[in-house]
Structure formats: C-alpha cells, structure tokens
Nanobody, 121 residues
C-alpha cells in the first residue's frame, strides 16, 4: 500500500518560515513529478509547487513564487517545501502527491492526512 505522510506544519507569525516534508512509502518517487497542494477552509484544493523527476525543473503557483521552494530527495523518498515570508493567506492544510502540470496524479497514491499550516497576522 502506497502512503504519503506530510509533516512540519504548525503555527507561525506572518513573515516566518516553515519546512514541510512528505515521506512516501510503498512506491518510489524517483520517476514521478512530485508536487505540493493546499486546501484552505471552504476552498478547493489548489496547486502550490511541483518538481520534475526528469530534469529537476520546478513550477510554482503565482501566489508563492519567490517565497516557496520545492525540493526532493529520491534516496529518502521524500519531498520538501521550504516556505519563507509566510502570509496569513498561506494558511491551509498542505498535501503532497505526484503531479502532472498543476494537477495531482492520485494514481500514485491516495491523499495523506496533510499537515496544517496556520499563519497569524
């Protein structure tokens, strides 16, 4: 069974930083583009960032460009999201999964439990 376990969220003041981790088990991420997604209360889940398995290229939602950085460690089967200059509007539950463009590829794995990020003003 493939599992995704997100961690690293918490409560942080505006302007602060957090580093999220997503550990995959049961399937290697090596040949999958991997991404982060988030869902704020009352809103649809949205794309945040993705990193290609092939050439390492990255893509970001306009709202997080210049503040967030996605990375991956294939040996540890883990994806990271470094979040700097956090804003209250970044408050959401953050999830990872495989990605194709800005869309999740849930054939890789079912959604994990996510990790809550709360940014105070």
């Amino acid at each position: 069974q493939v599992q995704l376990v997100e961690s690293g969220g918490g409560l942080v003041q505006g302007g602060g930083s957090l580093r999220l981790s997503c550990a995959a088990s049961g399937r290697s991420i090596r040949y999958w583009n991997m991404g982060w997604f988030r869902q704020a209360p009352g809103k649809e889940r949205e794309f945040v960032a993705a990193k290609s398995w092939a050439d390492g290229s990255t893509s970001y939602a306009d709202s997080v460009k210049g503040r967030f950085t996605i990375s991956r460690d294939n040996a540890k089967n883990t994806v990271f999201l470094q979040m700097n200059s956090l804003k209250p509007e970044d408050t959401a539950v953050y999830y990872c999964n495989a990605a194709q463009g800005t869309a999740p590829r849930t054939e890789f794995a079912s959604w994990g439990q996510g990790t809550q990020v709360t940014v105070s003003s």
